[in-house]
């Protein structure tokens, strides 16, 4: 059976967002403050009793279609307000993504492009093309992740500007729409073994080589934690670990691990969430979901570095084998863990594959989380904390993130809650022992078993889009990807 057939993911094809070089399309003005309307479309064969009545504004997310003289529609206005209002930051071009959804169909081009900002521009409007229909009956789509109905793009199409480098912005806009759709998948169809099969299809893509250690398996080769968490559940828990490097690498090329949690449903187990806070769950594997979408973009671009992908796949069930709270682990770096409470399980399956990870002691080691609500407390849906010790890292985050529109915020790894992981009959406790500074005790946790990794950087992201944006629809986000692809791009030509 074909992927499409078995409903297995697949990478979605994003052709129908962009039109042909040569295709006739309609124009986007872009109108800024300080712009007036009437001089930027001069000559543009609009109707001056339309462009009157049009309300054409340079108020930021303001569209406006417009007539020509013969009454036709000629071309569309977007208000992109002070030129650094985008969402949820950096430049206004990203409000481009808000066209896809709301003009009629056709081919367009943006009639005054800023060249500093093109490519992100269109980045921007393959992210608002998104639309997720597999589970629509009336889907008009067979280009989604899965069963031909996941990612559908909308029906108006972007005519790139020349000179751009379409097969960075294909392979940037691919990753994330594949990073949507695993985490939009219920957990009826989102397993560990679906986690696998797609991390399975970005290696067969790109040439990688994947390793799994699953169920029972798990124990014999040393990766207890993981085992214990996923164990309830009848879908056996995994350990997925995916190499790649260019062609032309040599072993010289710098070594970059992702180590994503990938709980593809958490009741909380034994210590069960309420209803409501089971709703989201699906959404536990949004950091698995980044790490793969960060690893598509890697090597669709052949960036010259060695990548390694860990994803610890396991869903956090209830049975009569589940792990209890009171219960002591051994991890796989020989030290063992208390269960506080089982729904603190995200860092007990990253500690096993960051210990993994740290043996090989790579250049960087990231891990990718949907780990604490401590971290959305603190600081919102779009705004997944940053931890690392590493101070140019640190920079080059804070800008490559603020000026796409990916950003994070950091947070630190501060010494002085070590201490609130003490236990009295283990060498530490999984929960700490108040209810204060949840996502910080978090990071240091795993930090103590990232410690082989010349740098460390951790991410607790939140995997979700509340509302709809202009970039992209209520629903899954592989939050930091497109930031970290833009830092190890700079990295490795540095």
């Known amino acids: 059976m074909s992927e499409e057939e078995t409903g297995r993911p697949r990478i979605p094809d ?8 040569d295709a006739e399309t ?21 109707s001056p009793q339309w462009l009157q009545a049009a309300t054409v504004s340079p108020k930021s997310k303001r569209v406006a279609l417009l007539a020509g003289r013969d009454g036709n529609l000629a071309g569309a206005a977007l208000g992109i307000g002070d030129g650094k209002a ?10 481009i993504g ?24 269109a980045v921007a409007w393959g992210l608002g093309a998104y639309r997720f229909q597999r589970y629509r009956g009336n889907s008009n789509g067979a280009n989604g992740a899965n069963g031909g109905k996941g990612a559908t793009p909308a029906n108006a199409r ?12 294909d392979a940037i806009v691919e990753a994330v729409w594949f990073g949507r759709d695993l985490i939009n998948t219920p957990a009826s169809d989102m397993g560990p073994d679906d986690l696998e099969a797609a991390s399975r299809l970005l290696a067969d893509r790109h040439g990688g080589r994947l390793a799994v250690t699953s169920g029972d398996e798990l124990l014999a080769k040393n990766f207890p934690m993981i085992h214990a968490v996923g164990r309830a559940s009848d879908r056996a828990p995994r350990l997925i670990d995916l190499t790649w490097q260019p062609a032309t690498g040599g072993p010289d090329l710098r070594t970059v691990t992702l180590v994503g949690k990938g709980i593809t449903f958490d009741t909380g187990g034994l210590d069960l969430k309420p209803a409501a806070g089971m709703l989201l769950m699906k959404k536990d594997m949004g950091g698995a979901a980044s790490a793969l979408a960060l690893a598509h973009m890697i090597m ?6 060695r990548l390694r992908v860990l994803i610890a796949a396991a869903e956090n069930s209830v049975a009569g084998n589940a792990f209890r709270p009171g219960d002591v682990l051994t991890s796989r770096s020989g030290r063992t863990v208390e269960i506080g409470n089982t729904d603190a399980e995200g860092r007990l399956v990253l500690a096993d594959a960051l210990t993994l990870g740290g043996e090989a002691k790579p250049d960087l080691m990231i891990s990718l989380a949907t780990l604490t609500g401590a971290a959305r407390v603190a600081l919102g849906p779009d705004l997944p904390a940053f931890f690392t010790d590493d101070e140019a ?29 003490d236990s009295e009959v ?6 700490s022992d108040g209810p204060f500074a949840g996502a910080i005790t978090a990071a240091l946790f795993l930090r103590r078993f990232a410690g082989n990794a010349r740098r460390y950087a951790h991410i607790d992201l939140y995997g979700w889009r509340p509302a709809q944006t202009p970039l992209g629809p209520k629903g899954g986000e592989p939050h930091a990807a497109r930031m970290l692809l833009n830092v190890l791009s700079e990295e490795v030509t540095t």
């Open 14 to 21: 994003t052709t129908r967002v962009f039109a042909a070089m």
């Open 26 to 46: 309609r124009p986007i003005w872009l109108i800024g403050d300080g712009d007036d309307p009437a001089v930027v479309l001069t000559d543009a064969g609009i």
């Open 86 to 95: 985008g969402e949820p930051c950096g430049p206004s071009d990203l409000l």
């Open 98 to 121: 808000l066209l896809p959804g709301v003009l009629p169909a056709g081919d367009y081009h943006v009639a005054n492009p800023n060249a500093e900002t093109a490519e992100l521009a």
């Open 158 to 169: 972007l005519r790139l500007p020349e000179g751009i480098d379409r097969a960075r912005i």
């Open 300 to 305: 669709a671009l052949q960036l010259p570095l």
């Open 393 to 421: 890292f640190a920079a080059a985050v804070a800008r490559h993130g603020a000026a796409i529109g990916d950003p994070v915020w950091r947070m630190p790894f501060w010494r002085g809650y070590e201490a609130r992981f």
């Open 426 to 431: 283990a060498d530490m406790n999984n929960v």
